[in-house]
Protein backbone atom coordinates (compact mmCIF):
# COMPACT_ATOMS: atom_id res chain seq x y z
CA UNK A 1 0.00 0.00 0.00
CA UNK A 2 2.90 1.87 0.66
CA UNK A 3 4.16 2.39 -2.78
CA UNK A 4 0.45 2.74 -3.98
CA UNK A 5 0.74 5.96 -2.06
CA UNK A 6 3.87 6.71 -3.42
CA UNK A 7 2.73 6.64 -7.10
CA UNK A 8 -0.43 8.68 -6.22
CA UNK A 9 1.90 11.58 -4.58
CA UNK A 10 4.10 11.09 -7.92
CA UNK A 11 1.40 11.65 -10.30
CA UNK A 12 0.23 14.65 -7.93
CA UNK A 13 3.19 16.31 -8.56
CA UNK A 14 3.62 15.71 -12.26
CA UNK A 15 0.15 17.22 -12.87
CA UNK A 16 1.02 19.77 -10.64
CA UNK A 17 4.19 20.78 -12.02
CA UNK A 18 2.54 20.43 -15.64
CA UNK A 19 -0.38 22.46 -14.51
CA UNK A 20 2.25 25.06 -13.29
CA UNK A 21 4.72 25.35 -16.30
CA UNK A 22 1.32 25.29 -18.74
CA UNK A 23 -0.12 28.66 -17.09
CA UNK A 24 3.15 30.29 -16.56
CA UNK A 25 3.62 29.67 -20.48
CA UNK A 26 0.00 30.93 -21.30
CA UNK A 27 1.09 34.27 -19.09
CA UNK A 28 4.02 34.79 -20.74
CA UNK A 29 2.28 34.52 -24.21
CA UNK A 30 -0.24 36.78 -23.31
CA UNK A 31 2.76 39.28 -22.42
CA UNK A 32 4.14 38.14 -25.72
CA UNK A 33 0.77 38.96 -27.38
CA UNK A 34 0.44 42.70 -26.07
CA UNK A 35 -2.83 40.69 -24.36
CA UNK A 36 -1.55 41.85 -21.12
CA UNK A 37 0.55 44.58 -20.30
CA UNK A 38 3.57 44.04 -17.93
CA UNK A 39 2.84 46.22 -15.85
CA UNK A 40 -0.35 44.60 -14.57
CA UNK A 41 1.18 40.89 -15.48
CA UNK A 42 3.79 41.19 -12.31
CA UNK A 43 1.55 39.33 -10.05
CA UNK A 44 0.49 36.63 -12.80
CA UNK A 45 4.28 36.21 -13.36
CA UNK A 46 4.96 36.02 -9.55
CA UNK A 47 2.71 33.98 -8.67
CA UNK A 48 3.48 31.22 -11.77
CA UNK A 49 6.93 31.19 -10.27
CA UNK A 50 5.80 30.35 -6.50
CA UNK A 51 3.16 27.59 -8.40
CA UNK A 52 5.75 25.97 -9.68
CA UNK A 53 8.63 26.31 -7.04
CA UNK A 54 6.04 24.58 -5.40
CA UNK A 55 5.18 22.09 -7.27
CA UNK A 56 9.14 21.20 -8.07
CA UNK A 57 10.04 21.17 -4.16
CA UNK A 58 7.78 19.10 -1.90
CA UNK A 59 9.66 19.47 1.43
CA UNK A 60 8.88 23.37 0.63
CA UNK A 61 5.14 22.69 0.29
CA UNK A 62 5.40 20.94 3.40
CA UNK A 63 7.07 23.60 5.99
CA UNK A 64 4.55 26.31 4.50
CA UNK A 65 1.97 24.24 5.23
CA UNK A 66 3.28 23.34 8.61
CA UNK A 67 3.95 27.23 9.41
CA UNK A 68 0.28 28.21 8.04
CA UNK A 69 -0.95 25.29 10.24
CA UNK A 70 -1.89 23.62 7.39
CA UNK A 71 -2.44 19.93 7.77
CA UNK A 72 -2.40 18.27 4.45
CA UNK A 73 0.04 20.07 2.55
CA UNK A 74 -2.03 20.34 -1.13
CA UNK A 75 -5.00 22.29 0.51
CA UNK A 76 -1.79 25.16 1.66
CA UNK A 77 -1.30 25.41 -2.22
CA UNK A 78 -5.52 26.10 -2.59
CA UNK A 79 -4.56 28.47 0.19
CA UNK A 80 -2.10 30.32 -1.62
CA UNK A 81 -3.96 30.22 -4.91
CA UNK A 82 -7.17 31.93 -3.32
CA UNK A 83 -4.51 34.53 -1.41
CA UNK A 84 -3.09 34.90 -5.22
CA UNK A 85 -6.15 35.77 -6.22
CA UNK A 86 -7.52 38.05 -4.34
CA UNK A 87 -4.25 40.17 -4.73
CA UNK A 88 -5.04 40.15 -8.08
CA UNK A 89 -8.61 41.21 -7.86
CA UNK A 90 -7.49 43.71 -5.76
CA UNK A 91 -4.72 45.26 -8.02
CA UNK A 92 -7.86 45.15 -10.85
CA UNK A 93 -10.15 46.90 -8.21
CA UNK A 94 -7.25 49.69 -8.18
CA UNK A 95 -6.84 49.72 -11.92
CA UNK A 96 -10.52 49.87 -12.38
CA UNK A 97 -11.10 53.05 -9.48
CA UNK A 98 -8.11 54.92 -11.28
CA UNK A 99 -9.26 53.92 -15.09
CA UNK A 100 -13.34 55.02 -13.99
CA UNK A 101 -11.88 58.25 -12.03
CA UNK A 102 -9.80 59.38 -15.50
CA UNK A 103 -13.01 58.63 -17.65
CA UNK A 104 -15.02 60.47 -15.20
CA UNK A 105 -12.80 63.50 -15.73
CA UNK A 106 -12.08 62.93 -19.65
CA UNK A 107 -16.02 63.05 -19.87
CA UNK A 108 -16.29 66.58 -18.41
CA UNK A 109 -13.33 68.16 -20.27
CA UNK A 110 -15.37 66.85 -23.42
CA UNK A 111 -18.42 68.41 -21.71
CA UNK A 112 -16.82 71.67 -21.44
CA UNK A 113 -14.73 71.88 -24.53
CA UNK A 114 -18.54 71.00 -26.48
CA UNK A 115 -20.05 73.92 -24.49
CA UNK A 116 -17.14 75.96 -25.56
CA UNK A 117 -17.16 75.02 -29.23
CA UNK A 118 -21.35 76.01 -29.65
CA UNK A 119 -20.13 79.31 -27.68
CA UNK A 120 -17.24 80.21 -30.33
CA UNK A 121 -20.02 78.65 -33.06
CA UNK A 122 -22.74 81.09 -31.50
CA UNK A 123 -20.51 83.95 -31.32
CA UNK A 124 -18.79 83.48 -34.70
CA UNK A 125 -22.54 83.28 -36.36
CA UNK A 126 -23.98 86.70 -34.43
CA UNK A 127 -20.20 88.06 -36.09
CA UNK A 128 -21.24 87.57 -39.44
CA UNK A 129 -25.05 88.42 -39.11
CA UNK A 130 -23.83 91.80 -37.99
Known sequence: M??????????MQI???AGSVVLFLFILNLIRRKRIKEE?????????????????????????????GVAYPPTA?????????FMILIQFSIIISRL?????????????????LAKMKEEKKDQSEA
Open 100 to 116: SDANKTLCQEIGLMKME
Open 77 to 85: ILLIFLMAM
Open 15 to 17: IAI
Open 2 to 11: ESFSNVNIFR
Open 40 to 68: YSLLWVFFGMVFIVLSLWRQGLDYIAMAI
